[in-house]
């Protein structure tokens, strides 16, 4: 009876170590998926924010007075925004980077109980 009861236990901590095991995966997958995103963002926000300094450039020259303080507040609005999605992906990564080392936690976890079963 202790045979069966021990072998269904390493059976469920063999279930517990997989299902976290996935869970790591798929959370290591989103992050770089998150990731990439990001750089897509940043990529387009730089160019577009090129473009629109392009354009701006035209107005200044062109002699309209306001486009100057435009360029400025642009310019400080592109600093504030890289400024902000950078602290917002830090913190993400810090906060995968702790889901992850609890998971690998529990996994450990889950591997010692499963270890001290005995054989049958």
Same mark, same amino acid.
């Given at each position: 009876?202790?045979?069966?009861? !021990? ?7 063999? /279930? ?9 995966? +798929? @959370?290591?997958?989103?992050?770089? #998926?998150? &990731?990439?995103?990001?750089? @897509?963002?940043?990529?387009?926000? +730089? ?7 392009? @354009?701006? #450039?035209? @107005? +200044?020259?062109?002699? !309209? ?12 609005? /592109?600093?504030?925004?890289? #400024?902000?999605? #950078? ?6 990564? &810090?906060?995968?980077? !702790? ?15 499963? !270890? ?5």
């Amino acid at each position: 009876m202790e045979q069966t009861n !021990n072998s269904k236990l390493r059976t469920e901590y063999n /279930q517990k170590i997989i299902e976290t095991e996935q869970q790591i995966d +798929v @959370l290591t997958h989103t992050k770089r #998926q998150l &990731q990439d995103l990001s750089e @897509l963002l940043e990529g387009d926000l +730089v160019r577009d924010l090129r473009n629109l300094q392009n @354009l701006n #450039q035209e @107005l +200044v020259s062109g002699g !309209n007075r306001e486009a100057s303080w435009f360029q400025e507040e642009l310019t400080d609005r /592109q600093r504030k925004l890289k #400024q902000y999605l #950078q602290q917002k992906n830090q913190e993400f990564n &810090q906060e995968c980077f !702790n889901m992850i080392e609890q998971l690998n936690e529990e996994r450990i976890q889950f591997q010692e109980e499963r !270890n001290k079963l005995p054989w049958d």
